[in-house]
């Protein structure tokens, strides 16, 4: 069905695009029907010595254990996971990963500059081999913020430029640089003046469309991209998420044409998968769904098996131009303990066969999504690629108006059965568990999702 289009672009909801926020009178509610008075004792504390932010502190509830796809809270209470802040495609404490960092901790426990080490050294050879096309040069940081500063760096060496397009609501870390290009309202505002020359343009967001596409995109996001980079003429670098978490999956040939563009005007395409790397989406790199290569790839998030922060910028070979720069100077660069339990990530993710349950199971779920989407008529839309995926609630399926105060009912009345998943844009129920995850889990979480869903709206 074509959308009438009438929808606000924009969203109107600023603060929550990249999650529920600590201050909502729901987040309190829940607290005091939830939990119990030594939880409550512990997150004051939380609250007294942390300093305060819209995302973590104040805390939801106090966790003491993670195995594979469940967390467990203070109270014993064993919660889902299709959250897990996009680390967990190995699930969580994974043996294999925590045999190998045990093992490595016993003899180079660290790294110092001017040396390098032997499991670093191995993770390079991986991922350029993992890689696709000429992407091939490796630098690692501990954080995927760095890495993406990293990026900006080598682009502006690379062309002489330093001008970027990037896309509102995208998100690729919380630095002064990585805001900068990055579209939430909850980072970007009062903190400036931001980098210069970030020139900031609409999402492929066909359900909220500035272009009216009505949920079938007509690629114009993608023609505005190269339009930017004609006026302009001295673009460095286009940087994206290959696909957004998970408001919006471009169409097969957003990409390609963005590729091409680029290439026109002597623009470097930067592509950011730092949580939707690593088999989330059935391939080991989500571009690999859209037959390009960009001229670097930024990983992180499950690449230290949710256990080590470790991301990765993988350029291409023919950028290895700046020598003479120090691009990272990270602390922990070559940490051989991160770096071993990345290795042991990536075999687990090979031998588990991960990449093919992700699909299989992916495909699953989608079926179920679109039976439900059927029996509730919140749900505008149902997408998925692998086991990223996505129920986006709305007033009116005519208009397409985000169901924000209704999708944070959905979040604390599934929480409260043991469920637990991100709100994206504040309409967006995303979904992203373990790659490893049974048809049984994927079913549990469906059927907590339909309860409420019918609870909320009955
Ligand atoms: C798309 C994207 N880019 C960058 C980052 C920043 O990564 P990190 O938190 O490891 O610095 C994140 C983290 O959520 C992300 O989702």
Request: glycine fraction near 10%.
């Amino acid at each position: 069905m074509k959308r009438s289009g009438r929808s606000n672009p924009a969203g109107g909801t600023p603060l929550n695009s990249e999650g529920d926020l600590n201050i909502s009178p729901r987040r309190q509610a829940w607290l005091n029907a939830n939990l119990d008075a030594e939880t409550r004792r512990w997150l004051d504390e939380d609250a007294k010595y942390f300093l305060h932010q819209s995302l973590s502190t104040p805390c939801l509830n106090v966790l003491t254990a993670c195995a594979g796809p469940y967390l467990q809270d203070l109270q014993g209470k064993r919660i889902l996971d299709f959250h897990g802040n996009s680390v967990h495609q190995i699930g969580f404490g994974h043996a294999r990963v925590i045999e190998a960092i045990q093992q490595q901790m016993q003899t180079l426990s660290f790294c110092s500059r001017r040396y390098t080490n032997i499991p670093a050294i191995e993770l390079a050879k991986k991922l350029a081999k993992l890689a696709p096309g000429s992407l091939s040069k490796i630098l690692l940081t501990p954080g995927g913020t760095g890495a993406i500063g990293i990026a900006l760096k080598l682009a502006r060496v690379a062309t002489g430029r330093f001008k970027t397009i990037s896309m509102w609501d995208s998100f690729h870390g919380a630095s002064l640089d990585a805001i900068s290009i990055g579209g939430e309202a909850i980072f970007r505002q009062g903190v400036g003046p931001l980098l210069p020359g970030t020139e900031h343009v609409p999402p492929p967001d066909a359900q909220h469309c500035l272009w009216g596409c009505g949920g079938e995109c007509t690629l114009k996001c993608a023609d505005y991209v190269e339009y930017v980079l004609q006026k302009e003429g001295d673009i460095a670098a286009v940087v994206a998420e290959t696909v957004r978490s998970v408001p919006f999956i471009p169409p097969k040939d957003y990409w390609k044409r963005i590729r091409d563009a680029c290439d026109r005007h002597g623009a470097l395409l930067i592509l950011d998968e730092i949580p939707n790397c690593l088999g989330r989406t059935g391939k080991m790199f989500t571009v690999e769904h859209y037959d390009i290569v960009p001229d670097m790839l930024v990983i992180g998030k499950g690449l230290g098996g949710g256990i080590f922060p470790l991301s990765a910028l993988i350029a291409r070979e023919d950028l290895d131009i700046a020598a003479d720069r120090a691009l990272g100077h990270y602390t922990h660069e070559k940490n051989p303990v991160a770096c071993a339990a990345a290795l042991a990530t990536i075999e687990v993710l090979e031998q588990e066969r991960l990449l093919e349950n992700a699909r299989k199971l992916g495909d699953y779920a989608l079926t179920r999504m679109r039976a439900m989407k059927q029996e509730h008529p919140v749900i505008g839309d149902v997408r998925g690629l692998g086991l990223l995926m996505g129920i986006e609630l709305v007033k009116d399926r005519q208009t397409g108006q985000r169901a924000t105060d209704l999708a944070e009912e959905v979040l604390y009345r599934a929480l409260s059965k043991g469920l637990n998943f991100k709100l994206s844009m504040g309409n967006i129920i995303t979904l992203a568990p373990p790659l490893n995850i049974t048809q049984e889990q994927i079913d549990g979480a469906l059927d907590i999702l339909d309860a409420c869903l019918s609870e909320a709206t009955g």
